[in-house]
Structure formats: structure tokens, C-alpha cells
């Protein structure tokens, strides 16, 4: 699986769109990126998944490149209930898989 | 209802005692996974079953067993525990076929003294 790169740590104002980069240069064709999620003492959540068009869903916006070495999560309307450890995770869709986690992002929303 | 239970929630016992966490998942999905989380926060994958047949096994100490009775079940027996087993241990499910995603328990934090 393709190595990911994320900043540690970000602030956001609550009621503000919370944008978190990830860089993954290396990731491969057939390899998606996917974004988790870790909410103090909890388990990861699944956010969203993608390959290469943007995708929406309830609870967020994936925009990814078009050379598709970079993705952008965005989260429109932030609340003090999206703080958390945010994981970008690039992997190949299919089959059992299990989820190589980094350091992720740190993502702190302020009132 | 509960998508995946983990029992129980924290456990803290000495060295060298042996004990058991479960799992259960009411989703229907083929595969289960453990997962560990150690004190710095790193999250890595230990196993993987699917229909009852382990598919993923990193390179955990065989003091670590896991035992699947069915496909809804996943439970993780330790034999001798160190001090280094000391971890927050995360069970996670999900479907081989359709979407892949992965949904967690609330983990089962370890200490061991």
C-alpha cells in the first residue's frame, strides 16, 4: 500500500469548513484512498472513499487531484463533535484488507 | 442495537496471567479483524479472519491467539502477558464483497501490571 503523508495537527473554527490535505505520491492505479476517523477513546469511524472522482456523502466532500497524488477532506460545517484524529489511508479496494494507519491528522475544531 | 460489541471493556490484570477479549458483530459481514493501539497511538492491524479462516496474521508474538467460532465472533486469547501488551485492542468487520469499509468496537483497554 502507498505511504500517505498528513500535517500532525490543524485547527478549525466551529461552523467553519475544515480542509485536511493528504499526500500520497506514490499510490498506484488501482489503489483508493480512504479516510478514517478516531474520536478520543473510540474506534475508527469510516468517513468516505474514493479512486479518482470527488465523492459526497452525509458526512463529507473527497477531492482528489487529477494526477490523483494528493486528496483534500473536506468538512463543510465543522462542529466541536468532528474533533479528532483524522487518517488517511491508501489501499486496494477488494478482498479482506486490513487498514495500515499512520500518525493522521490531529484536527482540532475551537468555539 | 450495537454493530460490533467488544466484552470486556477494560481489563487489567498482572503478568503472566492469561486472559480472553470478545467480540461479537450483528452486521452480517465474512471477515473480522483485531487491531492494536499502543500508548503512542499507533494503530496496527494483528489479524484477520474471514468464514472462520485466518487470512491475516502479522507478526504478532504466538502468545496472541485468536479464535473464530463463527463468522459473527472473533475473540483474542493471551497467554503470559508482559507489560508490553499493555494497548487499547480494537475489533473491526466488514463485507469481502460490495463496500469495504471497516466499522470498529469501542475497543478493550489492556493494562497489564
Known amino acids: 500500500d502507498a505511504k500517505t503523508t498528513q500535517p500532525p495537527s490543524m485547527d478549525c473554527a466551529e461552523g467553519r469548513a475544515a480542509n485536511l490535505p493528504c499526500n500520497h505520491s506514490?499510490?498506484?492505479?488501482?489503489?483508493?484512498v480512504y479516510w478514517y476517523r478516531q474520536i478520543h477513546s473510540q474506534g475508527p469511524q469510516y468517513i468516505i472513499h474514493?479512486?479518482?472522482n470527488n465523492e459526497t456523502n452525509e458526512m463529507a466532500s473527497l477531492i482528489i487531484t487529477e494526477d490523483r497524488k494528493s486528496s483534500t477532506l473536506i468538512l463543510p460545517h465543522a462542529t466541536l463533535r468532528d474533533t479528532a484524529v483524522y487518517y488517511c489511508i491508501v489501499r486496494v479496494d477488494g478482498g479482506a484488507q486490513k487498514l495500515v494507519f499512520g500518525q493522521g491528522t490531529r484536527l482540532t475544531i475551537n468555539p | 442495537d450495537t454493530a460490533v460489541s467488544q466484552t470486556p471493556k477494560y481489563l487489567v490484570t498482572q503478568m503472566g496471567n492469561d486472559k480472553s477479549i470478545k467480540c461479537e458483530q450483528n452486521?452480517?459481514?465474512?471477515?473480522m479483524y483485531w487491531y492494536k493501539q499502543d500508548s503512542k497511538k499507533f494503530l496496527k492491524i494483528m489479524f484477520s479472519y474471514n468464514n472462520k479462516e485466518l487470512i491475516i496474521n502479522e507478526t504478532v508474538p504466538n502468545r496472541f491467539s485468536p479464535k473464530s467460532p463463527d463468522k459473527a465472533h472473533l475473540n483474542l486469547h493471551i497467554n503470559s502477558l508482559e507489560l508490553g501488551d499493555s494497548a487499547v485492542y480494537f475489533c473491526?468487520?466488514?463485507?469481502?464483497?460490495?463496500?469495504?469499509?471497516?466499522?470498529f468496537g469501542p475497543g478493550t483497554r489492556l493494562t497489564v501490571t
Open positions: 452486521l452480517g459481514h465474512d471477515t
Open positions: 474514493g479512486l479518482k
Open positions: 473491526a468487520s466488514s463485507q469481502v464483497r460490495g463496500s469495504y469499509e471497516q466499522y
Open positions: 506514490t499510490i498506484s492505479g488501482n489503489e483508493y
